[in-house]
């Protein structure tokens, strides 16, 4: 029985464990009785109602000083009554006018809370002007016919509230809202049109919705006749709560009713007891002793799993290091004896693991090196060869000096990609030897092609890959301007703080076949350049070529500083 325990410690461990706290769990769990006082519980969330109300009816309150401010506002601006007397104007001083009426009502974009005013002008004729552009989907015919329309102009010195179920605007047509209306007089207090706010349902009820859960308090807001303004409920509950009163209800429902006196409207909140009494009492009960005997048992399960497996766990945490290619050092064996014997081979691992790892970085590293090497050393002997002809060609037509600048051109070169075996060497020096090189490639092709370099600053200290320009502008230079085609070549260097960026830009012929990436500048072509930038940058560095036929080529390099 001993070593049936020994060896199954672990598990007869975590058994026991779980064990003792789902026997915990359920007896507390039985032992305790949820009742309490429902109605403290209630009359808190009434008197909540209460306080939320009062800032409520302010919010409407300051909405409807809003909209008053609004249409004062829009019947002291000359811009309206003359808009809507509709003159008979040439085109530019009706430009003139529609530009100074839209200026003028840049700041009555929003109402109180930042709620989109909506605002339209229309006249007697039905001339239309909206205010953020958006026309109403509703025909000017429709609207001078509505009721609330024709109601504003019979009583022009008065605000009219009129509830939609449908906003006439495209973007409110699928939800309703409430347009609040104003008749507008000219100077000889003559009804010329009228201004028309729409305040969307969402926007009217965004006071209330935010603060009150819809399945506990419902809420409808409804005018004298009865007639819904807003809820949250669906409207034909809605129509049903505005009936319903305190006769026709059990001791489960409490109703309030609150006046919203600026617009005229009622405010009735039918509140569900039962549904308080769970949400704010029994459920949070129920959970609360849940969470202090779960607590409680993880405390136990915590002190009791961290000191018997500990030694698991550092084991775990220093295989993962081992996966993400760390090698860690070897760990202390103690714990039980299933993790004593996981922890001797995890160091027989590691012993392993370092032998190998070793050996395969130092062939990597000679490996590297030679790709490098033999990468940076691949010459043609016909370009050595067609660039000595040149220069012999200079010489004989008694170019002394062309030849003598060709020629230390020509040895500063291969001094450059034959002696120097760096991998990476300063920018300057990369561009000084670009320049040689251009000197070669107009000794040995002709001067129809120019070669301009640019650089927003010399930076002494940025590294870039030996030969990485001089493939780039050869492939331009030759393949770019056919049968001497004239044209030019830029090379444009910038810096970051951490990057440096190189582009080569040449007007020519664009690519109309597929370059052969392998033969350029005696060897060294394109796929020798992104080799050797995956070789010493990885990820770290990228090469693009874009290029339009008849307009040109750009290679983009980035490399990252060093």
Same mark, same amino acid.
Do not use: C
């Given at each position: 029985?001993?070593?049936?325990?020994?060896?199954?410690? #672990?598990?007869v461990?975590?058994?026991?464990?779980?064990?003792?706290?789902?026997?915990?769990?359920?007896?507390?769990?039985?032992?305790?009785?949820?009742?309490?006082?429902?109605?403290?519980?209630?009359?808190?969330?009434?008197?909540?109602?209460?306080?939320?109300?009062k800032?409520?009816?302010?919010?409407y309150?300051?909405?409807?000083?809003?909209?008053?401010?609004?249409?004062?506002?829009?019947?002291?601006?000359?811009?309206?009554?003359?808009f809507?007397?509709?003159p008979?104007?040439?085109?530019?001083?009706?430009?003139?006018?529609?530009?100074?009426?839209?200026?003028?009502?840049?700041?009555?974009?929003?109402?109180?809370?930042?709620?989109?005013?909506?605002?339209? #002008?229309?006249?007697?004729?039905?001339?239309?002007?909206?205010?953020?552009?958006?026309?109403?989907?509703?025909?000017?015919?429709?609207?001078?016919?509505?009721?609330?329309?024709?109601?504003?102009?019979?009583?022009?010195?008065?605000?009219?509230?009129?509830?939609?179920?449908?906003?006439?605007?495209?973007?409110?047509?699928s939800?309703?809202?409430?347009?609040?209306s104003?008749?507008?007089?000219?100077?000889?207090?003559?009804?010329?049109?009228?201004?028309?706010?729409?305040?969307?349902?969402?926007?009217?009820?965004k006071?209330?919705?935010?603060?009150?859960?819809?399945?506990?308090?419902?809420?409808?807001?409804?005018?004298?006749?009865?007639?819904? $303004?807003?809820?949250?409920?669906?409207?034909?509950?809605?129509?049903?709560?505005?009936?319903?009163?305190?006769?026709?209800?059990?001791?489960?429902?409490?109703?309030?009713?609150?006046?919203?006196a600026?617009?005229?409207?009622?405010?009735?909140?039918?509140?569900?007891?039962?549904?308080?009494?769970?949400?704010?009492?029994?459920q949070?009960?129920?959970?609360?002793?849940?969470?202090?005997?779960?607590?409680?048992?993880a405390?136990?399960?915590?002190? #009791?799993?961290?000191?018997?497996?500990?030694?698991l766990?550092?084991?775990?945490?220093?295989?993962?290091?081992?996966?993400?290619?760390?090698?860690?050092?070897?760990?202390?064996?103690?714990?039980?004896? &299933?993790?004593?014997?996981?922890?001797?081979?995890y160091?027989?691992?590691l012993?392993?693991?370092?032998?190998?790892?070793? &050996?395969?970085?130092?062939?990597?590293?000679?490996?590297?090196?030679m790709?490098?090497r033999?990468?940076?050393?691949q010459?043609?002997?016909?370009? $050595?060869?067609?660039?000595?002809?040149?220069?012999?060609?200079?010489?004989?037509?008694?170019?002394?000096?062309?030849?003598?600048?060709?020629? &230390?051109?020509?040895?500063?070169?291969?001094?450059?990609?034959?002696?120097?075996?760096?991998?990476?060497?300063?920018?300057? &020096?990369?561009?000084?030897?670009?320049?040689?090189?251009?000197?070669?490639?107009?000794?040995?092709?002709?001067?129809?092609?120019?070669?301009?370099?640019?650089?927003?600053?010399?930076?002494a200290?940025s590294?870039?890959?030996?030969?990485?320009?001089?493939?780039?502008?050869?492939?331009?230079?030759?393949?770019?301007?056919?049968?001497?085609?004239?044209?030019?070549i830029?090379?444009?260097?910038?810096?970051?703080?951490?990057?440096?960026?190189?582009?080569?830009?040449?007007?020519?012929?664009?690519?109309?076949?597929?370059p052969?990436?392998?033969?350029?500048f005696?060897?060294?072509g394109l796929?020798?350049?992104?080799?050797?930038?995956?070789?010493?940058?990885?990820?770290?560095?990228?090469?693009?070529?874009?290029s339009?036929?008849?307009?040109?080529?750009?290679?983009?390099?980035?490399?990252?500083?060093?």
């Amino acid at each position: 029985m001993y070593k049936w325990y020994k060896k199954n410690e #672990l598990f007869v461990q975590f058994f026991l464990l779980f064990l003792i706290s789902i026997l915990t769990v359920s007896f507390i769990s039985v032992l305790l009785t949820l009742k309490s006082a429902e109605k403290v519980y209630i009359n808190t969330h009434i008197k909540t109602v209460n306080t939320s109300m009062k800032k409520i009816q302010e919010d409407y309150t300051k909405l409807n000083d809003s909209l008053t401010n609004q249409f004062l506002d829009l019947q002291k601006n000359p811009y309206i009554t003359t808009f809507l007397n509709d003159p008979k104007l040439d085109p530019v001083a009706k430009n003139q006018l529609l530009y100074q009426l839209l200026k003028s009502l840049k700041q009555s974009n929003y109402l109180y809370d930042q709620i989109a005013s909506h605002l339209l #002008l229309i006249n007697l004729d039905g001339k239309f002007l909206s205010q953020n552009g958006v026309y109403p989907s509703t025909s000017s015919t429709e609207l001078l016919n509505a009721t609330f329309f024709k109601e504003t102009l019979k009583r022009p010195y008065q605000l009219h509230y009129q509830a939609l179920e449908n906003g006439y605007f495209p973007n409110t047509k699928s939800e309703g809202g409430l347009v609040i209306s104003k008749a507008i007089l000219d100077d000889d207090k003559t009804v010329v049109g009228a201004a028309l706010i729409f305040i969307s349902d969402s926007d009217f009820a965004k006071f209330y919705r935010s603060i009150f859960n819809a399945d506990i308090d419902q809420i409808v807001i409804y005018d004298t006749q009865s007639t819904l $303004i807003s809820s949250n409920q669906t409207p034909a509950t809605a129509k049903n709560l505005i009936q319903m009163t305190n006769d026709q209800t059990d001791n489960s429902l409490h109703i309030q009713y609150f006046p919203v006196a600026t617009f005229g409207y009622t405010l009735k909140i039918i509140t569900n007891n039962q549904l308080v009494a769970n949400d704010l009492f029994l459920q949070p009960l129920i959970y609360s002793l849940l969470a202090l005997m779960i607590l409680l048992s993880a405390t136990l399960a915590f002190w #009791l799993i961290k000191k018997r497996i500990a030694p698991l766990y550092t084991l775990a945490n220093q295989l993962e290091q081992v996966n993400y290619g760390d090698l860690p050092p070897k760990i202390l064996v103690s714990g039980t004896q &299933e993790i004593q014997t996981l922890q001797r081979a995890y160091n027989k691992m590691l012993d392993d693991l370092q032998d190998s790892l070793t &050996e395969i970085m130092v062939q990597a590293d000679i490996k590297r090196a030679m790709e490098i090497r033999a990468l940076q050393l691949q010459i043609q002997p016909h370009f $050595i060869y067609n660039t000595l002809t040149a220069i012999k060609f200079q010489i004989m037509k008694q170019d002394n000096e062309q030849a003598v600048s060709s020629i &230390e051109a020509f040895t500063r070169l291969l001094q450059y990609t034959i002696g120097n075996t760096a991998e990476l060497i300063p920018l300057q &020096e990369e561009l000084s030897i670009l320049k040689d090189y251009i000197t070669i490639l107009q000794i040995r092709f002709g001067t129809h092609v120019t070669v301009h370099l640019y650089q927003d600053r010399e930076e002494a200290t940025s590294l870039v890959p030996k030969l990485l320009l001089q493939p780039i502008v050869e492939n331009a230079f030759i393949h770019a301007f056919p049968n001497e085609r004239i044209g030019q070549i830029n090379v444009l260097v910038s810096h970051t703080q951490t990057q440096v960026k190189i582009e080569i830009i040449d007007d020519g012929i664009g690519i109309v076949a597929p370059p052969d990436t392998k033969k350029r500048f005696s060897g060294i072509g394109l796929t020798n350049i992104k080799e050797r930038l995956w070789l010493l940058f990885q990820d770290e560095a990228t090469f693009t070529m874009t290029s339009l036929p008849n307009q040109g080529t750009i290679v983009s390099i980035i490399l990252p500083k060093k």
